[in-house]
């Protein structure tokens, strides 16, 4: 086994293994194994299909935002939701930090850019409740500026669901362990030390603030035609199930999954002559 491989596989190890740890501090009498989750994980892998070939056929508009603890797993979901579906029709929105520009903007302006047209599905890595946890506890805003996105943001919401967006939000709920876990995890692993940004580490001094914060967003922003929904996310595997059976179960949709494709014949090649291969540049075969 190469060299590369084996630190795939070695990576793949660990990170399973985490998740069994997980479950275990978690008291879990029935461990989730690797062949079950992943044999789950497929059969609703095929579902989310069926829903993004309904989203097209109906002309959906579907806006999903995961939002949680860092470390929480928010990113792996948003992969295995996305990872067999088409980026045309389902695609991620993880805007980074506002430019000058942007900052003088209302609060609003850049994520209405990135809504969905119809027969579309966006995933918001991290959204507009940036400003009710990071910017706040770190005073990247004005208390005046976070008293107004808790007024507006409900509001904002209905707006966004009269006109015809399906809005869903969900909450990656992790222990103060776990997530300690998974950090000390990502500083060892090469592969994972970017997930790890200075905001993230300074989380960790300010657990009880972003606590707080969390509480108080959660009062103002927790209604009735958009509610929260909370993700337990100490095992990873067992949240990425029950977050897709979830979202799933929200929409309903039928089965338009298109029907097997027979192939036509290829092209004749008469009157075809191949360029000589000596002619391109070829990519080194080092395997």
């Known amino acids: 086994m190469s060299k590369h491989k084996k630190h795939k596989h070695d990576n793949e190890d660990s990170e399973e293994q985490a998740d069994k740890d997980g479950d275990i501090k978690n008291g879990d009498n029935e461990k989730l194994s690797k062949k079950d989750y992943e044999k789950e994980l497929r059969r609703l892998q095929i579902e989310l299909v069926k829903l ?6 109906k002309g959906l508009k579907i806006v ?9 797993g928010k990113g792996g979901t948003i992969k295995r939701i996305t990872e067999s579906l088409n980026p045309r029709i389902c695609r991620i929105v993880a805007l980074g930090t506002p430019t000058e520009r942007e900052k003088t903007q209302w609060y609003f302006q850049r994520y209405v850019a990135n809504l969905p047209a119809a027969g579309e599905m ?45 809005l869903v939000k969900y909450w990656f709920s992790v222990s103060d362990d776990e997530q300690e876990r998974r950090f000390q995890a990502r500083m060892e692993d090469p592969t994972k030390r970017w997930k790890l940004s200075p905001m993230d580490l300074q989380s960790r001094a300010k657990w009880v603030e972003y606590s707080k914060a969390k509480d108080e967003m959660m009062s103002h922003t927790d209604i009735k035609q958009a509610p929260w929904y909370v993700v337990n996310a100490d095992s990873k595997k067992r949240a990425r199930l029950n977050c897709i059976t979830h979202l799933l179960s929200l929409i309903p949709y039928k089965d338009l999954t298109p029907k097997p494709i027979k192939l036509p014949p290829r092209q004749d090649t008469k009157g075809y002559v191949r360029p000589p291969i000596t002619d391109q540049t070829f990519v080194p075969e080092v395997w």
Request: contains cysteine.
């Open 52 to 57: 993004q070939e309904w989203i097209k056929h």
């Open 64 to 72: 999903a935002i995961f939002e949680g603890r860092d470390a929480a």
């Open 122 to 166: 966006v995933l918001f890595d991290r959204s507009w409740y940036n400003r009710a946890g990071v910017e706040h506890v770190m005073g990247f805003c004005t208390d005046d500026e976070y008293r107004e996105f808790l007024r507006s943001c409900p509001e904002f919401e209905r707006m966004l669901m009269r006109s015809g967006i399906i």
